[in-house]
């Protein structure tokens, strides 16, 4: 169990670093009409992007563990709704498995809890 809540940790790492960090580049048009249809301004994309580092890094430690999967989860479902609400079922479907992932991790606990170094 601590293995697999270790890569999904890691994992879940990746992707948050990864998609926070793209809100500090040049996005494509493809991306800025993504946003626009779900109606994310790039003052709410960059505050996106700090949330999802910071959960992201959240993580890593057992005290925070909870709150940065539980935050991670409502950034998640916030980026369903506004799918939703636009009409956009792939996309809000898409990140279904995403969803379950921080869900997961609170399940399984943090791999290094109770550990002493």
Same mark, same amino acid.
Do not use: C
């Given at each position: 169990?601590? !293995?697999?809540?270790?890569? @999904?940790? &890691?994992?879940?790492?990746?992707?948050?670093? +990864?998609?926070?960090? $793209? *809100?500090?580049?040049?996005?494509?048009?493809?991306?800025?009409?993504?946003?626009?249809?779900?109606?994310?301004?790039?003052?709410?994309?960059?505050?996106?992007?700090?949330?999802? !580092?910071?959960?992201?890094? @959240?993580? &890593?430690?057992?005290?925070?563990?909870?709150? +940065?999967?539980?935050? $991670? *989860?409502?950034?998640?479902?916030?980026?369903?709704?506004?799918?939703?609400?636009?009409?956009?079922?792939?996309?809000?479907?898409?990140?279904?498995?995403?969803?379950?992932?921080?869900?997961?991790?609170?399940? @399984?606990?943090?791999?290094?809890?109770?550990?002493?170094?």
């Amino acid at each position: 169990m601590k !293995i697999l809540s270790g890569a @999904l940790m &890691l994992i879940s790492l990746y992707l948050g670093i +990864g998609h926070g960090g $793209r *809100a500090w580049k040049k996005p494509s048009e493809e991306y800025i009409h993504m946003m626009s249809v779900l109606g994310i301004t790039d003052a709410m994309r960059m505050v996106f992007g700090v949330w999802a !580092i910071t959960t992201a890094i @959240l993580i &890593l430690f057992p005290k925070t563990f909870f709150w +940065g999967n539980a935050l $991670r *989860a409502v950034q998640l479902v916030i980026m369903m709704a506004l799918a939703l609400k636009a009409g956009n079922y792939k996309f809000a479907l898409i990140e279904v498995p995403f969803l379950i992932v921080p869900l997961l991790l609170i399940y @399984l606990g943090h791999p290094f809890k109770g550990e002493t170094a």
